[in-house]
């Protein structure tokens, strides 16, 4: 009997044992179970560990979301005509989707402001399998120069790194391009130059220009706009709300009667200040806009929605329609999802209304939030910090923001194997695309506007110099390039451009071999570096090299010797104060 009584007190101790693991188990699996399914996919978790088993896990595990008990969410989904995730790269990054596409966020603790994390472009080896190819859309934002420049001189301090975007400081920044001839079919007119590479002597760097058709005042379609203005409380300070009123006024003056103009408010509730009104009719515009007040929450949601609904009440055959939304990106009340906004805007999108948007302010900044509605809504992102950004923008240079002369612009570049070991694109690190998405007329690209003038440059190692380590590397495959040797050593890569005119749904083509042979840099190219120099330095990028603010600052001097709207020269005292900021 005594051992019966014992075996029952093993059993019953196995049993209680057994019950707590179960429950401890289910316990974790509830404290990280998603709220809700996604959509467009599944959740999974996968429990963090060490060696091999860890190496396996993470190969499908989506870098990012870390809880506290190690567990990594897994999202999956089917494939749709946007989807770039090609699993993960040298760097982790998640191939074709670039980390900061991935939603990673980063709020600046001085200000409270939130910007997307941003992991600079590594160097990518032309002899890897897909390495010979560079594929990315083309951007002509500017808001990042200009938030740069607050940072500067109103907060006297360095930018957070996500609130430097290469790109947009290279593309805000004015050049003397070439422009189309006139009657040329094609809206744009590319140019190329090759030089020694400031900060890496043995490296090249390669500039890619584009100068847009410009499009006379006289001459354009007519105009179908909505000024969609955030009047919640936030936007009561006066470089937010009294400034949108500046820079609405001067777009309002340049309104005609084929035009059409409308005024749709947002704070608690969205409603409409000004229908749909004749552009002619000045008094009763400039009479509205001078009515804004800021009080309340912010229905952002609620604000587009009323926006794009008086936008078709507005639309007229052969007329731009586009909403213009000038806020501080604070939207926290209603739908506040960036998915569902996403949705709402690519939706419009697709039926002819373009969504461009203007950042107002500091404290409360959502420039991740904004950046990703004018990049689904097909349209220009700015960032208006003074009077002279919003004369710049809705003023001397308002027929970019408003009259597409190119859609869905990108830039495919094919390397020579035999003259270029590596290279890595400077900037665009949310523009890049999958190889084959350049002949996919469904997926979404860039737009450019009437006189735009586009830069993209490109360091490169050349063929038999050093590629730093950007994770290791393969086996070579023997069938990637079988005539590679016979290639001519002398050309140093194909440009290859692709578009849709405005109202058409197929792209043309135009391509271009650029041969290796090293010039001097012109005071276009070295303002471009200068540009992308500065960046690097704010960015604390990995691939400076030699870079720094001296090296910039004789670059930028250097470039500013025409410089007729002065602006090369106010870049080169930003440069200065960065310098003066800097540990």
Not at 14 to 42: D, I, W
Not at 185 to 193: G, I, Y
Not at 204 to 226: D, F, G, T
Request: aromatic letters at 6%; glycine letters at 10%.
């Amino acid at each position: 009997m005594k051992s019966v009584s014992i075996v029952c007190v093993l059993l019953a101790l196995v049993v209680l044992l057994v019950s707590a693991c179960t429950a401890r188990t289910t316990a974790r699996q509830a404290a990280v179970k998603p709220t809700s399914t996604p959509s467009n996919g599944v959740y999974g978790y996968a429990l963090s560990t060490t060696g091999d088993r860890k190496a396996a896990l993470n190969s499908s595990i989506d870098a990012g979301e870390t809880n506290v008990e190690g567990l990594k969410k897994v999202t999956t989904s089917d494939p749709a005509p946007n989807d770039r995730d090609l699993g993960p790269g040298a760097n982790g990054e998640k191939l074709g989707n670039p980390l900061r596409g991935q939603g990673e966020e980063a709020v600046d603790p001085s200000t409270g402001e939130r910007y997307a994390q941003v992991v600079d472009n590594a160097f990518v080896r032309t002899g890897e399998r897909g390495g010979d190819a560079s594929t990315f859309g083309l951007d002509v934002d500017s808001a990042s120069y200009a938030n740069c420049r607050r940072y500067l001189r109103e907060l006297k301090q360095l930018p957070p790194a996500g609130a430097v975007r290469i790109e947009e400081l290279v593309n805000t920044l004015p050049y003397a391009y070439p422009a189309p001839a006139a009657g040329d079919s094609v809206p744009f007119r590319s140019s190329t130059a090759v030089a020694v590479c400031p900060w890496a002597p043995e490296h090249r760097l390669v500039r890619v220009a584009l100068r847009a058709r410009s499009i006379e005042r006289n001459a354009r379609p007519p105009l179908n706009l909505v000024f969609l203005v955030d009047t919640s409380g936030s936007m009561s300070d006066a470089n937010k709300l009294p400034l949108v009123q500046t820079a609405l006024l001067l777009l309002a003056e340049q309104m005609g009667e084929r035009d059409h103009l409308a005024i749709v408010t947002y704070a608690g509730n969205a409603g409409t200040l000004l229908p749909a009104t004749a552009g002619s009719d000045q008094p009763r515009i400039r009479a509205a806009i001078r009515s804004l007040r800021a009080n309340g929450s912010t229905n952002g949601a609620g604000g587009i929605t009323a926006a794009y609904a008086e936008a078709h009440n507005g639309a007229t055959p052969g007329a731009i329609s586009r909403v213009m939304l000038c806020t501080d990106g604070d939207f926290n009340v209603g739908l506040t999802g960036r998915d569902d906004l996403q949705s709402l805007v690519e939706r419009e999108r697709a039926g002819g209304t373009c969504l461009n948007v203007y950042g107002f302010g500091m404290g409360n900044y959502k420039d991740d939030t904004l950046e990703t509605l004018a990049d689904h809504g097909n349209g220009v992102y700015g960032y208006i910090d003074r009077e002279d950004e919003a004369r710049r923008l809705f003023d001397r240079e308002v027929m970019g923001q408003l009259v597409t002369v190119a859609k869905d612009a990108k830039v495919q570049v094919f390397f020579n194997p035999a003259a270029v070991a590596a290279w890595r694109l400077l900037g665009y690190e949310n523009r890049v695309l999958r190889r084959e998405d350049f002949n996919d007329d469904r997926i979404d690209a860039g737009d450019i506007g009437s006189g735009h003038t586009v830069t993209a440059l490109y360091e490169i190692i050349p063929a038999g110099g050093a590629v730093p380590a950007a994770g290791p590397a393969s086996d070579e495959n023997p069938f990637l390039a079988p005539d590679a040797a016979t290639a001519d050593p002398t050309t140093l890569l194909r440009l290859r451009l692709r578009w849709k005119d405005p109202g058409a749904t197929d792209s043309r083509l135009m391509e271009h071999d650029v041969a290796g042979a090293i010039g001097e840099m012109d005071a276009d190219f070295r303002t471009a570096a200068a540009a992308a120099g500065f960046g690097m330095l704010l960015r604390h990028s990995p691939w400076l090299g030699s870079c720094n603010w001296n090296m910039v600052k004789q670059l930028a001097e250097a470039g500013a010797t025409s410089d007729p709207g002065g602006q090369r020269h106010e870049f080169t005292a930003l440069i200065a104060q960065a310098r003066g900021l800097t540990p």
